[in-house]
C-alpha cells in the first residue's frame, strides 16, 4: 500500500520562501512520476508542478514558473517543492500525488495515490 506523507508548510511572509518535502513508502519510488497540486478554500484542487520518475522532465503551473522548483531524491524516496518569492495567493493545502509509469501529467485524475497535504499561508 502506498503512503505519502508531506511536510514543511507552515506560515511565512509574502516574498518569504519554504520547501515542502513528501515521502513514499509502500512501493518503489523511482516507478512514479511525482507531483503537487494546491487547493484554496472553496477552489478546485489545481496542478502546480510535475517531475517524471527519473527526474529528467518537469512541468509547472504558469502562476508558479521561475518561483518554485520541484525535485526528487529517488534515494531518499522524497520530492521537494522549494517555494521562492511566495505570494499571498500561494495560500492553499498543498498535495503530493504519485503516478506510476513514464509519462508526466498535469491531471489531478491520472495520479493514482495522494498524501493528506499540508497547509502553507502566506500573508501579506
Known amino acids: 500500500q502506498v503512503q505519502l506523507v508531506e511536510s514543511g508548510g507552515g506560515l511565512v511572509q509574502a516574498g518569504g520562501s519554504l520547501r515542502l518535502s513528501c515521502t513514499m513508502s509502500?512501493?518503489?519510488?523511482?516507478?512514479?512520476?511525482m507531483g503537487w497540486f494546491r487547493q484554496a478554500p472553496g477552489e478546485e484542487r489545481a496542478f502546480v508542478a510535475t517531475?517524471?520518475?527519473?527526474?529528467?522532465?518537469?512541468a509547472y503551473a504558469d502562476s508558479v514558473k521561475g518561483r518554485f522548483t520541484i525535485s526528487r531524491d529517488n534515494a531518499k524516496s522524497t520530492v521537494y517543492l522549494q517555494m521562492n518569492n511566495l505570494k499571498p495567493e500561494d495560500t492553499a493545502g498543498y498535495y503530493c500525488?504519485?503516478?506510476?509509469?513514464?509519462?508526466?501529467?498535469?491531471?489531478?485524475?491520472?495520479?493514482?495515490?495522494w498524501g493528506q497535504g499540508t497547509q502553507v499561508t502566506v500573508s501579506s
Open positions: 517531475i517524471s520518475w527519473k527526474g529528467g522532465r518537469t
Open positions: 509502500g512501493r518503489t519510488f523511482s516507478d512514479y512520476n
Open positions: 500525488a504519485a503516478r506510476p509509469g513514464i509519462v508526466i501529467s498535469v491531471r489531478r485524475n491520472d495520479y493514482n495515490y
